[in-house]
T-cell receptor, first 116, second 113 residues
Framework: ETGVTQTPRHLVMGMTNKKSLKCEQH?????MYWYKQSAKKPLELMFV???????ENNSVPSRFSPECPNSSHLFLHLHTLQPEDSALYLC???????????????FGQGTRLTVV | DAKTTQPPSMDCAEGRAANLPCNHS???????VYWYRQIHSQGPQYIIH???NNETNEMASLIITEDRKSSTLILPHATLRDTAVYYC??????????????FGTGTRLTIIP
C-alpha cells in the first residue's frame, strides 16, 4: 500500500467508448503524474501536474485528456483510443514538482487497459 | 542528460546478497542516483537514493564509487519476493524545465530457490 490508489485495476474498452481512469492520493503531495507502460517498453511520462496545474505534456495524443480537480485527485479521460494504446497506466505522486530533489515518488498499482 | 547502463538480467540464489551494478559515467556533481524496482504488473517502488556517500535503509544498501561514475545496489539477503525489474535512474531536466525520472529497461533480477 503506497498511499496512491488507482481505479479501476483493469479496463477493457472499445475504440468508440469514453472512459476515465482515476487516481487518488492522501499523502498531502503537491505533484501528480501519469505514466504509460506498454509491453516490453520502459515507462513513459505522459503528464505532470503541480498544485493542480498541468506543467508538462509529453507529446501525448489528444485522445488522452488529463484532469486534476484538486491536489488529491487526478483523472485520465480516454476517448476514441486505438488498440496500440493498450498498456499499463500508472499514476504517481511526490511531495513537490522537483520530485527528485532528495525525495521519492509513490506509484499506484496501475490500470491495465485493453482497447479492442 | 546523465544516462545509466545496467545489465539486462541477473540471477541470485535465495538468501545470498544480490549486487546490482549501474554505470552513470556522465553524472554531474549535483545529480542523485535513484533506485526503484517494479514487481510484475505492479507500480514501481522506491528503494533508495544517494548523492556521494553510501546509503543504507531497511530494504537495501547503495554503494557509490568515489568518482560517482558507477554504483551498486545491494540486497543483503535476497528472498523470492525480491524478484523484480530494478531501475537505476539519474534524473534529468525535461524540456519543460522540470526534473524528472526517466525509466530505462532496468535489470531483471530473478531470485532462485
Amino acid at each position: 500500500e503506497t498511499g496512491v490508489t488507482q481505479t479501476p485495476r483493469h479496463l477493457v474498452m472499445g475504440m468508440t467508448n469514453k472512459k476515465s481512469l482515476k487516481c487518488e492520493q492522501h499523502l498531502g503531495h503537491n505533484a501528480m503524474y501519469w505514466y504509460k507502460q506498454s509491453a516490453k517498453k520502459p515507462l513513459e511520462l505522459m503528464f505532470v501536474y503541480s498544485l493542480e496545474e498541468r506543467v508538462e505534456n509529453n507529446s501525448v495524443p489528444s485522445r488522452f485528456s488529463p484532469e486534476c480537480p484538486n491536489s488529491s485527485h487526478l483523472f485520465l479521460h480516454l476517448h476514441t483510443l486505438q488498440p496500440e494504446d493498450s498498456a499499463l497506466y500508472l499514476c504517481a505522486s511526490s511531495q513537490d514538482l522537483s520530485e527528485v530533489m532528495n525525495t521519492e515518488a509513490f506509484f499506484g498499482q496501475g490500470t491495465r487497459l485493453t482497447v479492442v | 542528460d546523465a544516462k545509466t547502463t545496467q545489465p539486462p538480467s541477473m540471477d541470485c540464489a535465495e538468501g545470498r546478497a544480490a549486487n546490482l551494478p549501474c554505470n552513470h559515467s556522465t553524472i554531474s556533481g549535483n545529480e542523485y542516483v535513484y533506485w526503484y524496482r517494479q514487481i510484475h504488473s505492479q507500480g514501481p517502488q522506491y528503494i533508495i537514493h544517494g548523492l556521494k556517500n553510501n546509503e543504507t535503509n531497511e530494504m537495501a544498501s547503495l554503494i557509490i564509487t568515489e568518482d560517482r561514475k558507477s554504483s551498486t545496489l545491494i540486497l543483503p539477503h535476497a528472498t523470492l519476493r525480491d524478484t523484480a525489474v530494478y531501475y537505476c535512474i539519474v534524473p534529468h531536466i525535461s524540456n519543460f524545465g522540470n526534473e524528472k525520472l526517466t525509466f530505462g529497461t532496468g535489470t531483471r533480477l530473478t531470485i532462485i530457490p
